[in-house]
């Protein structure tokens, strides 16, 4: 257990639902990640959070729409997605962003597949 | 643009064999380097983190080495074990504070 929790764990939706993505992380951290895995590609960074403001979009679709309401908790919202959307969606946490002093603490992901 | 390549995709050793894998980063700016172990439908576990200024990192069986001028890390596995079977995810830490990550290498441990 890394500290880093994420639910569903498992997730199908069709194209047209709307349908979010919950990190929660129980380590003090001020920063916070999600991380999009596909089969074909490398584990690359979508967004970066630190202390609820957002610091990084790697050009990340606008059907995707994080949220960050607290340090603790990151959100990751879904809308009309596409079938190549369908990945491992991790969340990681690190004490700050922007700097190479903390690791990174990565959840156990969400298999989303879309229909 | 940094890129990572690991090599090899995939590995099938018998149990207690030493074995090695390798990364490669293409610009050598980094501030560290991390090898992680990430078992099927499970998040990343990580096992060792090389700062820029070092050279190896050792923790039990597993020693990972970092060259930065030749843009190379190595990950040594002694006396291999069917539970070190996962994928193992090398990931650069770039001059923006982004990690970079290779496709990893699917390690497959027989008894």
């Known amino acids: 257990e890394t500290g880093v929790t994420q639910t569903p764990r498992h997730l199908v939706m069709g194209m047209t639902n709307k349908k979010s993505l919950k990190c929660e992380q129980h380590l003090g951290h001020n920063a916070m990640y999600w991380y999009k895995q596909s089969a074909k590609k490398p584990l690359e960074l979508m967004f970066v959070?630190?202390?609820?403001?957002?610091?990084e979009n790697n050009s990340v679709p606008s059907r995707f729409s994080p949220e960050c309401p607290n340090s603790s908790h990151l959100f990751l919202h879904l809308h009309t997605l596409q079938p190549e959307d369908s990945a491992l969606y991790l969340c990681?946490?690190?004490?700050?962003?922007?700097?190479?002093?903390?690791?990174?603490?990565f959840g156990p992901g969400t298999r989303l597949t879309v229909t | 643009k940094q890129e990572v390549t690991q090599i090899p995709a995939a590995l099938s050793v018998p149990e207690g064999e030493n074995l090695v894998l390798n990364c490669s980063f293409t610009d050598s700016a980094i501030y560290n380097l991390q090898w992680f172990r990430q078992d099927p439908g499970k998040g990343l576990t990580s096992l060792l983190l090389?700062?820029?200024?070092?050279r190896e990192q050792t923790s039990g069986r597993l020693n990972a080495s970092l060259d930065k001028s030749s843009g190379r890390s190595t990950l040594y596995i002694a006396a291999s074990q069917p539970g070190d079977s996962a994928t193992y995810l090398c990931?650069?830490?770039?001059?923006?504070?982004?990690?970079?990550f290779g496709s990893g290498t699917r390690l497959l441990v027989r008894p």
């Open positions: 959070y630190s202390l609820e403001e957002r610091v």
């Open positions: 990681a946490s690190s004490q700050e962003s922007g700097t190479a002093s903390y690791e990174q603490y």
């Open positions: 090389i700062q820029s200024s070092q």
């Open positions: 990931a650069v830490m770039d001059s923006s504070y982004k990690l970079i």
